[in-house]
């Protein structure tokens, strides 16, 4: 739970107050849904990751991904790569919009990022990753973390990637308890998250099948972690943070929550984008399956803010 007088742990100097955090998720983890999760009692935030080529690129694509509010703090910025000397660079310019830390991302399984050598393609090459961490935390002031898979199926070498990332100077490691090839599919092994626990001395935050508020504690004493990432479990119940399950969350919280949401994606995207962006963590707030064909198709088809709205607001009538 959030203790407001004592931090839970440091990330080297950064003091971290609570023990659940909203993981990073391309295209879910935006400012918009990030924001509300802290307010709703996320210990930090993740950004979505940002490929280091594009930092240093002329692209728009960073500044939306990166922005943040001071409420937000500690803010880690998350990027990838697989060129210690692009990802040292971007790393420094990114640095300059003053986030709290800096995260490379080690554990992405999705075929584009992996099959070039980055994400959690950056696993099978330990050498490089020490590379990596050796030149940031040396040319940085903020502290550098890491988030891993297990590694690849056929090399789960996990246990060593994370000494790698101690002894080059990193901050905190977050591990996902799935290999590449699991990508979200069966089991998370809490046993190596609790390993890797065990062998090194900078916090862990344990990640994968965090769904109930039960499962944070569960988690934590069986890996011993400091903290506990939650990602799709996050998405229909973003009232975890405030440890609330899913069946506890009143219509008039949700109707709230969601409100505040689209107003928000509104306000970040525009109108027309915010809406359309907003339906699909709508499909997950109102528990679709309670829902009737008609209705569902009547949330996913575009329409603007006001009208969405409105249209809520009768679903709510009727299923409250």
Known sequence: MNDSTHPTF???DVPVYGDAILA???GYSDWPFRSLCRELGSAMSYTEFVKVEKILSRSKEPAKRLYFTEIERPITFQIYGDDPDLILKAALKVQELNPDIIDINMGCPAKSIADRGAGVGMMPSPLRIARTFRKLTRALRVPVTGKIRLGWDK???YKLIARIVEEEGGS????HGRTREQRYTGNADWDAIAEVKSRIGIPVIGSGDVKTVADI???KKHTGCDAVMIGRGALANPWIF?????EQVSPAQVQDTVRKHLARSVEFYGDEDGSRLFRKYAVQYLLMQTLTRETRKQILKPMPSGEFLEMLNQVYT???
């Not at 905190?172 to 591990?175: E, G, H, Q």
């Not at 405030?242 to 899913?246: H, K």
């Open 217 to 219: 504690e569960r988690m």
């Open 242 to 246: 405030s440890r609330l399950d899913r």
């Open 172 to 175: 905190l490691i977050a591990v």
């Open 155 to 157: 090399n789960k070498n």
């Open 10 to 12: 440091h990330v080297r």
């Open 24 to 26: 990073p998720m391309d």
């Open 318 to 320: 009727v299923t409250a």
